[in-house]
């Protein structure tokens, strides 16, 4: 079998493009929708992916704001930040980059920022909504690989789906996605034991570790569908996903590459949250 590859460039392009519809109708009402994305040091990749995202913005037709403060700022200076952009009216998102320098609080920082700003969906209150089935804002990640599954029309109700990775911001998530949508889930970690005989009975596989490769054909249930979320640079530069695409798509039905897979959903859904926080608070104007 050669699996299909499921195309996260062309999609996000689809949602963007509907993205940009709905600024041009807010904007229209007087509204242009505002994210600030605020990074903290010189970490090379979150200098991209701040650069994407604000890029991505402006060819959205939204307002974006970057603030960068240098890697020795005190904690209290990010939260006086936030505190500015939580009272800002014309920002309806407030995204902080992460990883923050070790010597900052990140759980205090992010329940900082106001939950109906947060279109990240990493706030307490936003992850309760969630795990209680009331979602605000739905992280972005998990977010766009719940899109790109229902563009493939993969049917969720009844599946076995099986994380790998347990993190806050997309294993967990993830899970309680794939749970809303009638799925059985299995969420590993590195305490998992045998992880092959988790990952062979999914049928919807979705891997976030940051183990390039870890992930092979071997471990894979013949017609699976594979969503590789792992973003890792290899010795010569290049970019490679958590699976091992080469025997994975020997053995699955679908699968996401690496680049131009999840990475792309990413920022297009970041999109989508922001422009429906702008519509929220539209809605409460009138
Ligand atoms: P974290 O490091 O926060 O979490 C990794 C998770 O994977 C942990 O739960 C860890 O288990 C688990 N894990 C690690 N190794 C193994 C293993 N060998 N077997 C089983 N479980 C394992 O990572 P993130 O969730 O932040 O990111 C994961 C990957 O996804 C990274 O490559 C990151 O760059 C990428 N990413 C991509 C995005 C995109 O837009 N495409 C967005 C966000 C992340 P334990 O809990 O036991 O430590």
Redesign the pocket.
């Known amino acids: 079998m050669t699996a299909r590859i499921i195309d996260g460039k062309a999609l996000s392009a689809t949602i963007k493009a509907e993205v940009a519809k709905r600024v041009e109708q807010l904007k229209e009402a007087g509204t242009t929708p505002g994210l600030a994305v605020v990074l903290v040091g010189e970490d090379a990749a979150s200098q991209v992916y701040v650069r994407n995202k604000i890029a991505a913005c402006e060819k959205a037709g939204l307002h974006s704001r970057n603030i960068h403060l240098a890697i020795d700022a005190p904690e209290e200076q990010l939260l006086d930040v936030v505190r500015d952009l939580n009272r800002d009216d014309t920002i309806h998102g407030i995204l902080v980059q992460l990883p923050l320098p070790a010597h900052m609080n990140a759980a205090r920082v992010i329940e900082t920022i106001s939950a109906q700003k947060d279109v990240d969906g990493f706030h307490v209150s936003n992850a309760g909504r969630l795990m209680t089935g009331r979602p605000l804002f739905r992280p972005c990640?998990p977010y766009g690989i719940m899109k790109m599954l229902e563009s493939e029309k993969v049917v969720l109700r009844g599946a076995e789906a099986v994380i790998?990775?347990?993190?806050n911001?997309?294993?967990k998530p993830m899970a309680l996605l794939l749970l809303a949508a009638g799925a059985t889930i299995t969420l590993?970690?590195?305490?998992?034991r045998d992880?092959a005989a988790q990952t062979r009975r999914a049928d919807v596989l979705v891997v976030?570790?940051?183990?390039p490769g870890?992930i092979t054909g071997d471990m894979i249930k013949p017609g699976a569908v594979i969503i590789d979320?792992?973003?890792?640079r290899r010795a010569d530069g290049k970019l490679t996903g958590?699976v091992d695409f080469e025997s994975a798509s020997q053995v699955a039905s679908a699968i996401t590459p690496v680049p131009g897979g999840?990475?792309p959903m990413?920022i297009a859904m970041l999109l989508v949250n922001t422009v429906e926080a702008a519509e929220r608070n539209a809605a409460t104007l009138v």
């Open positions: 990640t790998v990775g347990a993190s911001i997309v294993g590993c970690n590195t305490k998992t992880l976030a570790t940051g183990k870890m979320v792992g973003i890792n958590d999840v990475g990413t």
